[in-house]
């Protein structure tokens, strides 16, 4: 696992002063803050052939304060920390195995934290996605394990609401059959499919 960001790094090219201190504080408060309830929304649209991926590349904004925001949370959700809101699964169920952080050259991120196989085979999993835009007129987003790069199966379908969403899902698949993991956006109406988080990690 890659170590996660210093600050310094994080605030590359920011050289006010005032500037430096105002993101120092948020940072101390995204450290500090406590783990993200579970905001998922089911979909009812089948998973997309892989044949579309990439087929169509989208014009986004990119607002680079959020960046700072995303690899913070990323320090503070993603890397060794993920865990359950009241109410939902124990704590042997939401500590996990290993993490896999999710990168896009924009301004979202996220993070899978993978856990142990349970007695029936079942692998608990937890999303968490920072950044993306919330999506209207059947368009959706679909996590995906890849091969040779290109998605091959789902294990997700959501969409997300406000800054930061979390996913959970079980699955029973084999990950050592495949090479990565993807989070692409799927457009209803085109049938594209553009891909907005990967990793080349299992």
């Not at 952080?101 to 991120?109: I, K, M, P």
Request: glycine share 10%.
């Amino acid at each position: 696992m890659s170590r996660p960001p210093e600050f310094d790094e994080l605030i590359q090219g920011v050289d006010d002063p005032d500037e430096r201190a105002q993101l120092q504080r948020v940072h101390q408060l995204l450290l500090a803050a406590e783990a993200p309830p579970e905001l998922s929304f089911g979909l009812e649209t089948p998973p997309p052939a892989a044949a579309h991926f990439w087929s169509r590349p989208r014009r986004r904004r990119v607002r680079p304060r959020l960046v700072l925001a995303a690899a913070v949370l990323l320090t503070t959700f993603g890397l060794g920390y993920l865990m359950g809101s009241p109410g939902g699964p124990s704590d042997a169920e939401t500590r996990f195995a290993r993490t896999i952080t999710l990168e896009s050259g924009g301004d979202a991120a996220g993070a899978i934290g993978i856990g142990k196989r349970d007695d029936n085979g079942n692998l608990p999993m937890i999303l968490t996605v920072t950044g993306l835009e919330r999506l209207y007129d059947g368009d959706y987003y679909r996590l995906a394990l890849t091969k040779k790069g290109e998605p091959v199966v789902t294990c997700a379908t959501f969409n997300v609401s406000g800054r930061r969403t979390t996913i959970r899902m079980t699955n029973a698949y084999n990950l050592e059959g495949f090479d990565g993991w993807v989070v692409t956006l799927w457009d209803a109406k085109t049938h594209d499919e553009e891909p907005v988080l990967s990793s080349n990690r299992i």
